[in-house]
């Protein structure tokens, strides 16, 4: 539901030449959901902390549904033009919410049902349900909009916007009969907290959110210049002009290459551990933006885009094998249960506004940069450079997750705040 807004913006423009592509809603239709998504996942946190796991997912879904429904149904009074671009950035920010809303919901779930798995598999399959769906989710926003387009023809782009709007309900009306039978998990149930002695934890976790949060940051934040390089050579290999679904098809490959990345991350975390699996693959991912940074003079001819189409898949799978993975597996399992929701969304919700800072900081980087070339070379070497500081971030900055952490981390927090006065008898069901 959130990246399919980029091809509907396309489309957007194109039905509307005048209208669309000239008003500020181009920009906020694309953008709002930023700001919905980061409000849904500091209230979303909350409300999985104080109140109920398995009741915030719902409450997420139910807006999923409800609101991805009134975007494909979008219209203005009247037929006015206005009022429908009006329409779609309402609904997009509500929209929003229920996105940031099955962050630290839905997270922190699967990270407490992990830990009823067997020892040796768990990281696995976090990331399976978490960071590989939405890979997965990246691959079907520009397939679904391409097998539209080529149905439905470029000269009825009108229904095609819709169509793949209302697609986009389908997976959360899917998930909502099984998410009434799910159950809370038996952490959860055995750890909440009724009162949050808020010092307390901010005294125990405050640096450790602090290093996270500035991960997820940097890694939303320098990801945003990771597509001039697809869109430069999308340009040489299709020329000027080319019909759209091509170009969704082109998106297609490149998101793919994030599967292969997530997965064998995914193994590899279970292995090595993830703040060493994150580590290393974002060294390694900046040290091949570097390569690529300087090799991109190269990029200007057509000579060697094929090689460049692998080099740039293997950039974007290593991402995946490092922070893509495992910085919410981080965020998810590397404090207690009772203020996991609330951790975990902060930290998303800081994430998320780095992607967002990137959008405006990257463009006034090319804009300053002296020729075409270093416009290309700038942003990366910015990207590159913050990917190997968040390496060492990391490697130093973060607790070793075991198969076991949340069960451990819950013992230390419970022995931490009956040493400092709670009535850790309090916790709990009872």
């Known amino acids: 539901m959130t990246a399919v807004i980029g091809y509907i913006n396309t489309m957007l423009e194109t039905i509307y030449p005048t209208e669309y592509a000239n008003s500020r809603a181009s920009q906020n239709v694309a953008s709002i959901a930023f700001a919905g998504t ?5 209230l979303f946190g909350y409300l999985s902390d104080h109140w109920s796991r398995r009741n915030s997912l719902l409450v997420s879904t139910i807006i999923l549904i409800v609101f991805g429904a009134l975007c494909a149904g979008s219209y203005g009074a009247n037929d006015s033009h206005e009022g429908l671009f009006t329409a779609l950035v309402t609904y997009r920010f509500f929209l929003g919410l229920g996105i940031g809303g099955e962050y630290p919901a839905g997270s922190v779930a699967a990270a407490e049902s992990s830990g009823e798995l067997a020892k040796g598999h768990r990281h696995r399959w976090f990331i399976f349900f978490t960071n590989f769906q939405l890979d997965l989710a990246s691959v079907a926003s520009s397939l679904v909009p391409m097998i539209v387009v080529l149905a439905c023809t470029e000269k009825h782009l009108r229904a095609a916007w819709r169509i793949c709007l209302g697609l986009g309900v389908i997976p959360p009306l899917s998930l909502f009969y099984l998410r009434l039978k799910l159950k809370e998990p038996e952490e959860f149930n055995r750890e909440r907290m ?12 405050w640096k450790r959110l602090f290093v996270i949060s500035l991960i ?4 939303d934040f320098s990801t945003y210049s990771f597509g001039i390089y697809s869109s430069a050579w999308i340009k040489i290999i299709l020329g000027d002009s080319y019909p759209l679904w091509i170009s969704l098809g082109w998106s297609t490959l490149i998101n793919f290459f994030y599967l292969p990345g997530s997965f064998a991350g995914a193994f590899i ?34 000579q060697y885009v094929g090689a460049f189409v692998v080099v740039y898949g293997i950039f974007l799978a290593l991402g995946e094998v490092g922070p893509g993975d495992n910085i919410g597996l981080c965020a998810a399992k590397s404090c207690a249960t009772p203020i996991r929701g609330q951790f975990y969304g902060i930290a998303a919700a800081i994430g998320k506004i780095g992607a967002f800072v990137g959008t405006y900081v990257f463009p006034i980087i090319q804009d300053n940069a002296p020729n075409s070339i270093r416009a290309g070379q700038d942003p990366f070497y910015v990207s590159s450079a913050l990917c190997i500081f968040s390496a060492f971030v990391a490697y130093f900055g973060l607790p070793n997750i075991s198969q076991d952490t949340i069960t451990e981390e ?20 009872k």
């Open 194 to 205: 009724r009162k949050f002695p808020l010092l307390l934890i901010i005294k125990f976790y």
């Open 38 to 42: 980061v409000v849904g996942q500091l």
């Open 269 to 302: 975390s279970d292995w090595i551990g993830p703040r060493n699996t994150l580590a290393i693959g974002v060294f390694a991912q900046g040290v091949v933006g570097l390569i690529m940074t300087g090799c991109y003079p190269y990029l200007a001819t057509a």
């Open 410 to 429: 819950d013992a230390k927090f419970r022995a931490y705040l009956e040493e400092h006065g709670y009535d850790v008898s309090t916790m709990g069901n």
């Open 216 to 219: 997820w940051f940097i890694y």
